[in-house]
């Protein structure tokens, strides 16, 4: 009856195809395992989910506020304020040359007479020549950068009010810098919130596992003494972890797509009353992708970390 | 096959629960270790499982030195083992099939194979068409054998068996105890712990005596 008298002759090798068939029927038992306690896994995953909203939430939202600052980029424009005795032949000469630049986008010259006329326009009141005796408006050149970056257009704005016929060079950095700021305080923010939601994750997971570990421990040492390896008896845990985590974060891309979709009309709303035609973007497919990934393997890596305590405290090696 | 050299354990406070052991089980041999509650039955058999290792001397099976079985090798090496609890610890939610099966899957077995040899080691202890009844249908005396179909599914070389017979009646101890005869006679080497006398001078066969820790009888050093 004896196998072998060697520990070695007493395996029956399965191979890959028993290995993967054991991986299949691990992770459906583990399925199962969710739908006999339906409602502590849907508690499990409920907190995932919401403790994953928030940061997704937040990342969603600077995307779109990097999608804002892209769309104002056509303002990010250096006024030259060309020289009193500048002919207008030679303001469009300058003109054409600047428009040769690789670091300018596009142009626009205004005469003296146009610069007028566009303070008319944009002012409502008219001005009398007659009264004024000449027009007090320089000549103008509206260049539009291709970096939005507030250092290089600083850099842009130095070097072209040194240029000959330019008496003074304009930027208004300031919205631009405060912008990128307040993106940059959300980004730490996000980072911070993900770091502490994903402590949140992994030990609502681990939490949950500890509870069905304890009351699997009969089990557990029972296929330890018949030969279970530690792998053995880890797989459906992690099988469990990347269900709770899957699910989890299925649960917040859905609530953050809901989140903004809510929000898409009034956001759409407010920027047409600053003549902008922003709208909310969805989540990107390659972050619906990461965040899936991400509460998979957090749910994985909290279940190793329990199992693998439990382990270490069952029978001895 | 199963060598006990000079083998002590202590707990803390003084408390010696085996004191220098030494003895040797060869294949094909049944052998029953008795004393009474306390005298180190358990003890003595947790260091072959094992789930515990000696403070002094050295426990060897097969050929190895069960203290220096590195983590990857001890599932191995218990799968060479078949073990008979006084309680059986079977599964209460699973099948008596999955319970005399779990050896089998762990060692990676084909659904075939372990269906064909969880029907063979039904069929010996007399369950056969019994695989999908639950553990809480069975008598006791059903139990305990289911458990010991566990034990010897895997076709193990050492078979442990501790008080086996400990919750059954006589007519059902004899019946389990005919079970290890026939494994001990098939070149399993089966060690079973009891204190019940009357049933143990029923077989021939030898004995080691505990008694507080030292080897009374039986032993060869």
Not at chain 2, 113 to 139: C, Q, Y
Request: aromatic share 6%; hydrophobic share 45%.
């Amino acid at each position: 009856m004896p196998n072998s008298s060697s520990t070695k002759n007493t395996v029956s090798p399965g191979g890959f195809k028993h290995y993967l068939r054991e991986h299949r029927q691990t992770a459906g038992e583990s399925i199962d395992q969710l739908w006999l306690k339906p409602f502590g896994s849907l508690m499990t995953i409920l907190l995932i989910g919401l403790s994953l909203t928030l940061p997704l939430a937040l990342i969603v939202v600077l995307e779109n506020g990097r999608d804002l600052v892209g769309s104002w980029q056509g303002q990010s424009t250096v006024s030259l304020f060309l020289s009193e005795g500048l002919s207008e032949p030679e303001g469009l000469a300058l003109s054409k040359a600047l428009a040769a630049r690789d670091d300018v986008r596009k142009l626009r010259y205004l005469s003296k007479a146009q610069s007028l006329q566009e303070f008319e326009s944009s002012s409502g009141i008219a001005v009398s020549l007659e009264l004024l005796g000449e027009n007090p408006l320089p000549a103008v050149i509206i260049v539009e950068a291709r970096n939005a970056d507030p250092a290089a257009l600083d850099a842009l704005r130095g070097e072209l009010s040194s240029l000959s016929g330019v008496a003074f060079a304009q930027l208004d950095l300031q919205w631009v810098k405060r912008l990128q700021a307040m993106l940059q305080v959300g980004v730490q923010s996000a980072q911070v919130m993900a770091l502490v939601f994903t402590l949140v994750v992994l030990f609502v997971v681990m939490n949950t596992l500890k509870l069905l570990i304890a009351q699997r421990r009969s089990e557990i040492d029972i296929t330890l003494l018949v030969g279970g390896s530690h792998a053995y008896i880890r797989r459906p845990f992690l099988y469990l972890g990347l269900w709770y985590g899957l699910f989890g974060g299925l649960l917040a891309v859905t609530l953050v797509e809901a989140f903004l979709w809510w929000i898409e009309g009034p956001i759409a709303n407010m920027a047409s009353l600053y003549d902008s035609s922003f709208q909310v973007r969805s989540m990107p497919v390659m972050l619906f992708l990461q965040a899936l990934v991400f509460s998979s393997l957090l749910g994985v890596v909290a279940a190793w970390i329990e199992a693998s305590a439990h382990l270490r405290r069952a029978l001895p090696r | 096959m199963i060598e006990f050299d000079h083998v002590s354990k202590h707990y803390g406070r003084g408390q010696d629960a085996l004191r220098d052991i030494s003895f040797e089980l060869e294949r094909g041999g049944l052998t029953f270790l008795i004393g009474h509650s306390g005298a180190g039955k358990s003890t003595l058999l947790r260091m072959i499982m094992p789930t515990e290792h000696p403070s002094k001397g050295k426990v060897v099976v097969n050929g190895h030195d069960l203290k220096s079985l590195s983590g990857r090798k001890l599932p191995q090496y218990r799968r060479s083992l078949g073990v008979v609890f006084q309680d059986h610890q079977l599964l209460a939610d699973r099948t008596v099939f999955d319970n005399v099966a779990l050896p089998l899957r762990v060692s990676g077995f084909s659904h075939r194979d372990m269906g064909r040899r969880v029907r063979a080691a039904l069929d010996k202890v007399g369950l056969l068409g019994k695989e999908r009844a639950m553990p809480g249908m069975l008598s006791a005396g059903e139990r305990q054998r289911v458990g010991v179909a566990r034990a010897v599914v895997n076709r193990p070389s050492v078979i442990l068996a501790d008080e086996p017979t400990g919750n059954l009646d006589p007519a059902l101890s004899g019946e389990i105890m005919d079970l290890f005869e026939q494994f001990s006679q098939m070149g399993a080497c089966v060690l079973i712990a009891s204190h019940d006398l009357a049933l143990v001078a029923r077989y021939q066969h030898r004995l080691l005596s505990l008694d507080r820790g030292c080897l009374l009888s039986g032993g060869d050093a």
